[in-house]
Nanobody, 128 residues
Framework: VQLQASGGGLVQAGGSLRLSCVAS????????MGWFRQAPGKEREFVAA????????YAASSVKGRFTISRDNNRNTVYLQMNSLKPEDTAVYYC??????????????????????WGQGTQVTVSS
């Protein structure tokens, strides 16, 4: 599975962006998909994840209520709608795919080591 993330850019605080991640294979529909981010000088952190059906989602507390993850299996695409952006959201955002089924475990779902495939990242910069 190859993942291609896009949609990043420069936005003012309070603005919105929608990130997209397109997968190369039809088996995408059976993968748990996640978004992670890495700010300069910081470790990569979990942002949100979604089950293969879209029926289950989980978001980090830092973005809950502002970011929404969704997917369109017909388009092999997962989205991250980001609203009310803050300067601290500035980071490179990565999409990732997990071949396993939704575990229901927050610890598992939010761990980088649970994901088998990674995209190249897209830069999001939020100005104050």
């Amino acid at each position: 599975v190859q993942l291609q993330a896009s949609g990043g850019g420069l936005v003012q605080a309070g603005g919105s962006l929608r990130l997209s991640c397109v997968a190369s294979r039809r088996t995408f529909s059976r993968h748990v998909m996640g978004w992670f981010r890495q700010a300069p000088g910081k470790e990569r952190e979990f942002v949100a994840a979604i089950s293969w059906s879209g029926g289950s989602t989980y978001a980090a507390s830092s973005v809950k209520g502002r970011f929404t993850i969704s997917r369109d299996n017909n388009r092999n695409t997962v989205y991250l709608q980001m609203n009310s952006l803050k300067p601290e959201d500035t980071a490179v955002y990565y999409c990732a795919a997990d071949r396993n089924s939704w575990s229901g475990s927050i610890r598992y779902t939010s761990s980088q080591s649970s994901y088998d495939y990674w995209g190249q990242g897209t830069q999001v910069t939020v100005s104050s």
